[in-house]
């Protein structure tokens, strides 16, 4: 019996197989046999070779041309003047695919409604909270969180210990996204808690490709004794830790006699009474707030760090950037408005190549049209093909950024002096009617702490190298070659 069942397995896959490679409707698609017949090549690139999936792709375009089948069911197009079709905005519909949008296991999150309408609704009731006008009135606290940040640099320079400017990056980042959506800081920069939100996001992440193959839920771990999951599964017990601690803050809105205003917090305004109740559950909060505080610590301070070892690197930069910053602050403890630092030619350039650089999301987002066809070149790309380009193969492409390895702030000033809008060339925030909800808070942060950083502290790279933001390996975001981090010495911090 046992045989039997054996047999009817291999040949299921069997037929699968041969399905794959010649009746799917993707079967006559350009990439290698191999990925095209099962899951088990990219499965070997992102699970057994941790995260090098992405380079094999790289490798199948220089193969195969710019759009290949990278797995039996999904096209990958590296071609920029494509990358608008497949990250469509309204009217268009644009739907998430299901293996990608499970992989952080949050599924009652924005993140992973797949369905288009679902998506747009769930944004919306946070859009307002992250729009603009939202984060330009929220400069305060950001400032409040670089002084905090600034008072730290000054501790390592009077005792003359080595900073880990990755590390304090996220501990910024943590502090400053929580404190605006939870209303209370998680307190990194002041050490009043180990920064559980980053080693939580880095533990998801860490193993988001086994979610891509293997629908697992953080809400069924849950079920399990803590001292089990942290004895068996250390890093899903960081994951659990940080989930506990968001819940703790969402039931406080949930169980308030007085409902509190929408506005107050990114809590009230998920658990306004005016949403459907199936919306206003403690799991859909616990999963929202997850996602957008791992999402707005990990990505804007490796974004930072990065920045900072290009500036740290580059003299000349760094001095022609403190130059300008100390025109609109000419004292340290200067606040010009952010539309203010937005607008400096360099400070911008230093900005955006920072960005460019650190890539954002490394690995791809998939997105299915569901009521349409897509027509790239001659090729028909047929209704709910999961279809995606990632960052890295815009933001290295040369004919867009030429020597695109350079950090080359000026980039951007020269373009914007030939009346060239390169910005929108950056695809780190993706684009579309599912584009990072975060941006403004990102661009806000960046522009405020590099400004705040240059003019008031001077520090000197200490041990560190390029590899340390050379993207190597793909855990959702950027793995570097080094993983040790950004690490400076703090020489001065400027008082005139």
């Known amino acids: 019996m046992v045989l039997y069942y054996v047999l009817a397995f291999l040949l299921y896959r069997l037929g699968k197989i041969v399905y794959n490679l010649y009746f799917h409707p993707l079967h006559k698609f350009p990439g290698p046999k191999l990925t095209a017949a099962t899951h088990a090549y990219e499965f070997y690139y992102s699970i057994v070779k941790d995260g090098q999936f992405i380079w094999e792709i790289e490798k199948m375009h220089k193969q195969y041309g710019p759009i290949v089948r990278i797995n039996p069911r999904e096209l990958h197009i590296s071609d920029p003047s494509f990358y608008n079709e497949i990250y469509a905005g309204n009217p268009k519909k644009v739907d998430g695919d299901l293996p990608f949008t499970r992989s952080t296991g949050v599924s009652k999150s924005m993140f992973a409604a797949n369905e288009h309408n679902l998506h747009q609704f769930r944004r919306n009731i946070l859009a307002n909270f992250f729009s603009k006008r939202s984060i330009t009135n929220i400069q305060p606290l950001i400032q409040d969180k670089i002084e905090r940040l600034i008072k730290k640099l000054e501790e390592a320079r009077n005792d003359g210990s080595v900073v880990n400017l990755t590390t304090l990056s996220a501990a910024f980042t943590a502090d400053t996204i929580s404190h605006y959506t939870y209303g209370v800081s998680l307190g990194c920069l002041d050490g009043q808690s180990e920064n559980i939100l980053t080693d939580a996001t880095q533990a998801v992440l860490s193993f988001g490709h086994w979610l891509r193959f293997i629908p697992l839920r953080f809400s069924n771990m849950k079920k399990l004794h803590p001292r089990f999951v942290e004895s068996t599964f250390p890093k899903a017990a960081t994951v659990l830790k940080t989930h506990r601690r968001i819940s703790a803050l969402a ?61 740290l690197a580059n003299p000349d930069i760094q001095s022609q950037l403190y130059d300008e910053v100390k025109n609109v602050m000419p004292e340290p403890s200067s606040q010009p408005p952010l539309a203010v630092l937005e607008n400096l030619p360099l400070l911008r350039g230093v900005v955006n190549e920072g960005l460019r650089l650190s890539m954002g999301t490394f690995t791809r987002h998939p997105r299915v049209a569901p009521d349409r066809v897509l027509q790239y070149k001659d090729w028909t790309i047929p209704v709910g093909t999961p279809c995606s380009t990632a960052t890295y193969f815009v933001h290295t492409n040369p004919e867009i950024f030429p020597k695109p390895t350079t950090f080359d702030p ?13 910005e929108s060339q950056l695809a780190l925030f993706s684009k579309g009617s599912r584009a990072c909800l975060g941006i403004n808070m990102a661009y806000a942060e960046l522009y405020m702490t590099i400004a705040g950083l240059i003019r008031r502290v001077k520090m000197d790279l200490y041990e560190t190298t390029v590899d340390c933001v050379t993207p190597f390996r793909d855990h959702l975001i950027v793995v570097p070659k080094d993983t040790t981090g950004v690490r400076a010495i703090v020489t001065a911090i400027n008082t005139s």
């Open 251 to 311: 039931l406080e809105v949930l169980n308030a006699k007085e409902p509190k205003s929408s506005k107050e917090t990114m809590f009230t305004a998920l658990a306004d009474p005016e949403l459907p109740a199936e919306e206003r559950t403690l799991a859909r909060l616990e999963d929202e707030g997850f996602v957008v505080l791992a999402a707005g610590t990990e990505t804007t301070a490796y974004s930072l760090s990065v920045t900072l070892y290009h500036l």
């Open 410 to 422: 000026w980039r951007w000033i020269r373009a914007a002096e030939q009346g060239q809008h390169l």
